[in-house]
C-alpha cells in the first residue's frame, strides 16, 4: 500500500501527459520496472487505431503490472470519451477483488488533461480515488529548436495592426494546455542539449503557464518511481485554476473536436532493407508534416518485430520482442499530423520508400 493510499484511504492516480513523442512510454516502463513491489493499474489512451503503446509495454514483463492491468482505450480522445469510455474503465477497475495500489494513466499526445482530471470528481470516482497528481513530459529537444518558441511580443503587435489575424495555433495550446494541468514537469532529453539550450528550454516552459509547477530534468525517460508516484496532490479538488485554452473557449459556446488533427494507420509487407527505409521515412516526415509516426516492421529473417517511433526528423528504431506463435507478420504504421495533410500521399510516399 503506497503512502498516499494509506493517508487519503483512496487509491492514487497519477496523470501522465505530455506532447506527442515527448517519451510518456518509456517513462511509465520505467516506473513498472522500479514499482517497489506496489501493484499497478496501467490506461492507456492510443490516439489511432493501432495500440502500440499498449503493445509496448506488456511487452516488458514488469512483475508489478500483469498484462490484465493494463487497459487500453483506442475510442479516440480520452477528453472527448470520458462519460462513455473512462468513467466505465475505471468503475470495472475498482470493482476488482484485487484492487490495484496505485493507477497510472498515460493521455494521448493529443488530449486534454483537464476533462480527465475533472472526471475523477464524478461521485463513483472520487470516493475511492484521487488524482496523486499530474505529470507533463516535454521533449525539451523539440522546444529548444523551436518548436514552440513564437515570439509573442510580435504576435501580439500584429494583433494590434490586424483584428482578423488568427490566434495561436491548436497545437501550440495543447502544449500550453499540457503544462498549465501539471504538478511536475519533466523536461525530458536533456542529454541532447548544452546548458544554454536547457537554460532556453526551462524559460520557454514556465513562460507558458500562469502556475508554476515544480520542473525536473531527465534523459530517456529515467526519473525514479519514488519522485513521480506519491505526491499526494488531490489535483481533481484543483480543477477551477487549471483552465485549458479549449474550455475557456466553450464558455462561449464553441464546440470542441480534434479536426486539427488526421491519424490513419499504413500497412505494409515485409521491409527488407529497414536502414535504407527509416532514411526514407524522414524525408517523408519532412516533405509532408507529419508530427508523429509510430509502428511495428517486419524484417525477413528477423524473429522480432523492428519497433519505430518518430517525432520529427528523429526516429528511434529497436527489436521490442519476438513474434508470437501464431501471429501474422507485417509492417503497422500509425500516422498522425494536422488535418490539411493529404493522406493519399503520404501513404504513396511510405509505400515507395520501401
Not at 144 to 163: I, P, Q, S, T
Not at 266 to 283: C, Q, R, S
Request: a negative charge.
Amino acid at each position: 500500500m503506497t503512502l498516499a493510499k494509506a493517508a487519503h484511504g483512496k487509491i492514487p492516480a497519477t496523470v501522465i501527459t505530455g506532447f506527442l513523442g515527448a517519451g510518456k512510454t518509456t517513462m511509465i516502463r520505467n516506473i513498472l520496472e522500479n514499482a517497489d513491489g506496489r501493484r499497478i493499474a496501467l490506461i492507456i489512451n492510443e490516439f489511432g487505431d493501432l495500440g502500440v503503446d499498449g503493445d509496448v509495454l506488456k511487452g516488458c514483463g514488469a512483475e508489478a503490472c500483469s498484462e490484465d492491468d493494463i487497459i487500453e482505450l483506442t475510442n479516440g480522445c480520452i477528453c472527448c470519451t470520458v462519460a462513455d469510455d473512462f468513467i466505465p474503465t475505471m468503475t470495472k477497475l475498482l470493482e476488482r477483488d484485487n484492487r490495484p495500489d496505485h493507477i497510472v494513466i498515460e493521455t494521448s499526445g493529443l488530449a486534454l488533461p483537464q476533462p480527465l482530471i475533472a472526471a475523477f470528481n464524478w461521485p463513483d470516482i472520487r470516493s475511492e480515488v484521487t488524482v496523486d497528481g499530474v505529470i507533463t513530459v516535454v521533449d525539451s529537444a523539440a522546444v529548444a529548436a523551436g518548436r514552440f518558441a513564437d515570439d509573442h511580443d510580435k504576435v501580439d503587435a500584429l494583433r494590434v495592426e490586424d483584428d482578423n489575424l488568427d490566434h495561436e495555433s491548436p497545437i501550440e495550446e495543447l502544449f500550453e494546455d499540457q503544462l498549465t494541468a501539471a504538478d511536475l514537469v519533466v523536461l525530458n532529453k536533456t542529454d541532447l542539449l548544452d546548458s544554454t539550450g536547457l537554460a532556453f528550454v526551462r524559460k520557454e516552459v514556465a513562460a507558458r503557464t500562469s502556475r508554476k509547477p515544480s520542473m525536473i530534468e531527465a534523459k530517456n525517460g529515467e526519473v525514479s518511481a519514488a519522485v513521480l508516484l506519491g505526491l499526494g496532490v488531490g489535483s481533481e479538488s484543483d480543477i477551477a485554476n487549471r483552465k485549458s485554452h479549449h474550455e475557456m473557449e466553450h464558455e462561449n459556446g464553441e464546440a470542441h473536436d480534434h479536426d486539427e488533427f488526421k491519424s490513419f494507420v499504413v500497412e505494409l509487407g515485409a521491409i527488407e532493407n529497414p536502414v535504407a527505409f527509416v532514411e526514407k521515412l524522414k524525408t517523408v516526415i519532412a516533405e509532408h508534416d507529419v508530427l508523429r509516426l509510430k509502428g511495428f516492421a517486419d524484417v525477413p529473417g528477423k524473429p522480432m518485430r523492428l519497433l519505430i517511433q518518430a517525432v520529427g526528423a528523429r526516429i528511434d528504431q529497436y527489436f521490442d520482442r519476438a513474434w508470437a506463435p501464431g501471429e501474422t507478420r507485417g509492417t503497422r504504421l500509425v500516422v498522425i499530423g494536422l488535418h490539411e495533410m493529404d493522406e493519399a500521399a503520404v501513404r504513396a510516399a511510405i509505400a515507395a520508400a520501401v
